[in-house]
């Protein structure tokens, strides 16, 4: 950069000495002014280019993370030097090789991963799966990638992870038993996650908006569907459903799995198990011993140990049978709909578009009309899970008490009722439960 040209400076003389020095300083002092403010007008041009701001507030940008400080992001794609339990060639995946101090083994691997601890008291992940092969029934893929897109919209929406598992873990711990050594894996698998949530292949979410009250289980090592009187009095071994369960990633648990997966096919005690648990469970109506009726009778057997630590789930369809549901899905729509027609502001802020992204906000405005529709059989409320126990969908051998196309017709319209709940905050819904087509949604649906 070029500075101002200054006149050649002379000997002053005597007489000229005050105002030669006088007028030399001024032109000095203009001169550098003027050359610092070509600096700061070419250097403001510059950073001006390079970082645009266009109003906004400039802030420095963030210091450099330190290793035990990275963002949520960093973290995912850096797993710190220190050892932990992976490092443990003791510490396997397996059922039969049981783990010691998991709790301790857990809290460790946390505090090394500082970004995945907040929230880790109430992390869910999702698992569920099916066979290897294909399915005999000739619709039963379909169905099967149709429950599972279900589960994994109601993960999307709720923030769960969702782990779907097609392989046998164990070769001799197949059909209901094949979930335990998939739970136990996916345990060690995720440390950063509280609960471990089961959900069958044929069960579906019927509420999309419904969230697990967790708080209600906060004492609780596992949640069922059941109702304690008819597994400790009646001694029935449809006191419960083993379809679908919620359960702690805690030591607690390891050793359950442990004791539970002891009556499998696996074990040599397997049809000593099968003639203990049917004289236990009379009603039982099949001789080998299953998951269902294996915890049936630990609750029953052992309540001390393993009873006081199970939360048996009987307000709210926490897993429904799909019989007494499906005929009440329409009026159930028909209800909220009506709900959303109103003309007073809740009603109107129900109908709102908006994203995806903050639903659960919606669903909690939803409450504030649905408290007097009680839960369970006989509420206009929409049921949480529907489970199509007895229906097999990828063998398509029913319970003889079915007819196939009340299965197949049941599922097609629990998952059109529950893709509706989905498929609206795309601009789209089936216009009838049993209508697999679509149809655009008008701006101010329900009521246009």
Known sequence: MLSPELPPMSKPSPRTKPSSWLADSLLFLSG?????????????????????????????????????????????????????????????????????????????????????APGAGKR??????????????????????????????????????????????????????????????????????????????????????????????????????????????????TGLNAGVFLIRNCQWTMDLLEVWASMGPQTPDYEKWGETLRSTFKDKAFPESDDQTGLAYLIYKEKEKWGKKIYMESEYYFEGYWAEIVGTLDKIEDRYAEIERGEEDNAVRLRRRHAEKVSEQYGAFREEYLSEAGYGRGSWRRPFITHFTGCQPCSGRHNEMYKANSCWDGMEKALNFADNQVLRKYGYVHPSTMDRAVSTVPFDYPSE
């Not at 949520?72 to 995946?93: G, I, K, M, S």
């Not at 294909?134 to 619709?139: D, F, G, Q, T």
């Not at 059909?175 to 579906?204: C, F």
């Open 124 to 237: 869910i992940l999702m698992v569920t799966g099916s066979q290897p092969g294909a399915c005999r029934n000739p619709i039963g893929d379909h169905l099967l990638l149709r429950f599972f897109k279900n589960k994994v919209d109601y993960c999307r929406l709720h923030g769960h992870e969702i782990f779907y598992n097609n392989a046998l873990l164990h070769p001799r711990m197949g059909s209901y038993w094949a979930k335990l050594p998939v739970i136990r894996a996916a345990m060690v698998a995720h440390p950063e996650v509280e609960w471990i949530w089961w959900v069958d292949s044929d069960a579906l979410f019927t509420d999309m908006e419904f969230k697990l009250p967790l708080d209600r289980y906060k004492n609780h090592n596992l949640v069922v569907h059941g109702w304690a009187h008819l597994v400790m009095e009646t001694h029935s071994w």
């Open 32 to 116: 550098a002014f003027l050359a610092l403010l070509v600096l700061f007008t070419f250097y403001s041009f510059v950073s001006t280019y390079s970082s645009p701001n266009f109003g906004r507030t400039v802030t420095s940008p963030p210091p450099t993370a330190e290793p035990d400080q990275c963002s949520d992001d960093a973290n995912l794609r850096r797993d710190p030097p220190d050892p932990t339990f992976y490092d443990d060639r003791e510490v396997r995946y397996t059922l039969g090789d049981p783990v010691q101090n998991w709790d301790e083994k857990r809290r460790q691997w946390l505090l090394l991963h500082p970004s995945l």
